[in-house]
């Protein structure tokens, strides 16, 4: 028999290509439709403190770029970009935010393995507890924060990791996902040895509580990296 070859693998797997209701509600957070996601409010107010006239924010793993609302509501002048792994997402963005201001090219389509670059800001909320592990793609982010780095995932005293049937895609579509907890005595000294000071900040949805996401329990808390020496 022949081989059978592409490279299309990850767009097949991608489980965020392969949910009508999450890009209708990424679209309506586009549009400023949907009610600010209290994880992106708090995020903000967590940068504010460091947020100086012309600072950059990069957000990984930006979605339809809905975070430039909670920038702009703020009145935080900081210039905005994003990228995404999922292309339909980023389209989203592309289409409704020029409408707010925000330059078309300012959102890329880029995976995080394949990210290289610098921002005064970083931003990460719920994305590397869906993927792998966190060492690689923390490193890029904590490497291109010349300031800070916010990120919010699924923290606890006890790390797991599990990969599941997704149950909450289209109909016919059957995709695994990673959803794990990161061990804080693991995740806290990694970003600290990249020459950052860390604060845990608890999240303010869950107030400590775990939450149940795709029916599996998240412990979502937010971690404020301020950069202390200069990158490697």
Request: net charge negative; proline share 4%; hydrophobic share 40%.
């Amino acid at each position: 028999m022949k081989v059978e070859f592409n490279d299309r693998g990850f767009e097949s797997h991608n489980i965020w290509r392969h949910s009508a209701i999450v890009r209708e509600l990424y679209r309506k957070r586009a549009r400023g439709e949907a009610e600010e996601m209290t994880c992106a409010a708090q995020a903000a107010e967590l940068l504010t403190p460091f947020i100086r006239p012309g600072d950059s924010i990069l957000d990984a793993g930006c979605g339809s770029g809905y975070f430039f609302h909670s920038l702009a509501a703020r009145g935080l002048d900081a210039e905005y970009h994003g990228f995404d792994a999922t292309a339909e997402l980023i389209e989203l963005g592309r289409n409704e935010l020029p409408t707010f201001g925000l330059p078309v090219d300012r959102l890329r389509v880029c995976r995080l393995e394949d990210f290289q670059g610098a921002a005064d800001h970083v931003l990460c909320m719920n994305v590397l507890s869906n993927i792998d592990n966190f060492h690689r793609p923390l490193e890029r982010l904590l490497l291109a924060a010349r300031k800070t780095l916010i990120l919010r995932e699924s923290i606890a005293d006890v790390g797991h990791c599990h990969y599941v049937v997704d149950e909450y895609l289209d109909p016919g579509v059957r995709l695994k996902v990673h959803v794990n907890t990161y061990a804080r005595r693991e995740i806290v000294p990694f970003i600290e040895s990249y020459g950052f000071e860390v604060e845990e900040v608890i999240d303010r949805r869950t107030m400590g509580a775990t939450e149940m996401v795709i029916g599996y329990p998240h412990a979502w808390t937010f971690l404020r990296a301020v950069r202390s020496a200069p990158s490697l």
